[in-house]
């Protein structure tokens, strides 16, 4: 299978993500992982010699970023017996969210944090003042009572929440003890400019969020007053610049990074968008659930079929479109059968950038994304003997939604609302598939 797509703003800049047709059949005994990731650091050279690519990079088990000259290059890979299909390395962005306003938490005085002790407890008591979405997704109809409190005083210990995006601002204190190693994939521009809203000290580290976007979703997943996971540990993992925006390559590499640091119970949250579809995310996605790790993503903000966007099309994902405070799909929400869950995504208020207790409202499936990533995390917390992922997504939906509260939800996608509360801790689980043969 030859495949190459073309960018969705025809940029082309001789650059491709080839995927090697051998990894798979190396990979059968042992560790196929590690198997898979040495077989491709081991191609890499040949490969470059024999298509007279400038760089040949390996960037995800099976995958390479390759580049050079692009018409003789795009000839070679697509006849070279190693190669399975090539993409064109094509630029993302952010899921578009529109700011609506900011402030600090110290204004905030009617919004209480939940958290006693935000490094080993959290208190069973509702949170007062809680924000919208939060409120939303604990009770199974409206209206809303203006407090937040999951069941079984779940607080998602001992997870992870990867949050792919642009950075996080850790001095925030939303994250405050909470915040675990991190990393920036960020090579063509400087990651953190000196003359962003994070302090200087912080300019050389993955953790900077110029943007905000990171920061916000970060807070929304796991925050101490704004999120849905409050004891999680949250992970910096910078694909996007300070525009919000990142290659394909870039994005791969931070996946598999994640992978790589063989965390149980983690959640990648992906609130990013792209007009078309992809085969190597499609992979490097079911390598993650495979490797045990569920990711989360966004179902894009254009009113149109989730299946023709990435990364929303990718069926081992958890697609996530965006309601309103009405129970309504956000006008601008993608919808179809490849959205899997609905969740609050307009107005949603988190933690901002400028400074350690700033506040930012943000709308977008951007910000469904990790409201459903947070109670992934919860369930994780709360199955962590189940060694299956694939058994806790299926969860997510029998667990943590309910039916029938989205009005409109568009042709195709299900009518499930994400909601904590019904929740049952007596829940059996699927059974553990069986062992391979």
């Known amino acids: 299978l030859f495949v190459v797509l073309a960018a969705p ?12 047709s051998a990894p798979a059949s190396q990979a059968r005994h042992g560790n196929p992982w590690s198997n898979a990731r040495a077989f491709t650091a081991a191609v890499a050279p040949s490969l470059q010699q024999r298509t007279g690519a400038s760089q040949v990079v390996p960037i995800f088990p099976g995958m390479l970023r390759v580049s050079g000259d692009s018409s003789r290059l795009l000839e070679q890979l697509q006849s070279d ?19 609506t306003s900011r ?21 069973c008591d509702a949170q007062s003042g809680a924000t919208w979405g939060i409120d939303r997704i604990d009770q199974a109809d409206l209206p809303l009572d203006n407090t937040y409190g999951p069941p079984d005083c779940m607080c998602g210990e001992g997870t992870h929440i990867w949050v792919l995006d642009t950075g996080i601002k850790i001095t925030h ?19 953190c400019a000196c003359t962003g809203p994070d302090d200087p000290s912080h300019c050389p ?20 007053t704004f999120g ?33 640091q063989g965390m149980p119970n983690s959640v990648i949250s992906m609130s990013l968008y792209g007009s078309d579809t992809s085969y190597a995310f ?39 479109g965006a309601t309103m405070s009405d129970d309504a799909r956000w006008d601008s929400s993608n919808y179809g059968t490849c959205v899997d869950i609905f969740a609050p995504g307009t107005d949603i208020t988190s933690a901002g950038v400028w400074s350690n207790d700033d506040e930012a409202v943000m709308s977008g499936t951007s910000m469904a994304c990790p409201h459903v990533s947070g109670a992934a995390a919860l369930l994780l917390a709360k199955r962590q003997s189940n060694k299956s992922p694939a058994l806790v997504i299926n969860a997510l939906i029998r667990a943590f939604a309910v039916e029938g509260r989205v009005s409109d939800p568009g042709h195709g996608s299900p009518n499930y609302l994400l909601n904590l509360n019904k929740y049952n801790s007596d829940l059996p689980m699927p059974p553990p598939p069986p062992p391979p043969a």
């Not at 005085?109 to 935000?118: G, H, K, L, T």
């Not at 204190?173 to 990651?191: A, L």
């Not at 580290?205 to 101490?224: K, L, P, S």
């Open 205 to 224: 580290d993955q953790d900077c969020d110029v943007n905000g976007h990171g920061t916000h979703c970060a807070g929304t997943a796991a925050g101490t």
């Open 9 to 20: 703003d025809g940029t082309l800049r001789g650059q491709y993500i080839v995927k090697l």
């Open 282 to 320: 499609e992979d490097a996605i079911d390598d993650a659930l495979d490797a045990g790790i569920i990711t989360v993503v966004a179902a894009g903000n254009e009113a149109s079929d989730a299946c023709n966007y990435w990364p929303g099309h990718v069926s081992s994902a958890v697609t996530v």
């Open 228 to 260: 849905v996971a409050k004891c999680a540990t949250v992970h910096a993992v910078k694909v996007l610049d300070d525009d919000a925006r990142g290659w394909d390559s870039e994005i791969l590499e931070g996946i598999a990074w994640v992978v790589d």
């Open 173 to 191: 204190n939303e994250f405050t003890g909470r915040m675990g190693v991190g990393k920036s994939f960020i090579y063509d521009t400087p990651s």
């Open 103 to 123: 402030r600090s938490l110290a204004q905030s005085a009617s919004v209480q944090p939940i958290i006693d002790d935000v490094a080993t407890k959290v208190s």
């Open 81 to 99: 017996h190693e190669v399975e299909y090539v993409e064109v390395d094509k630029m993302r962005h952010a899921s578009r969210p529109m700011t």
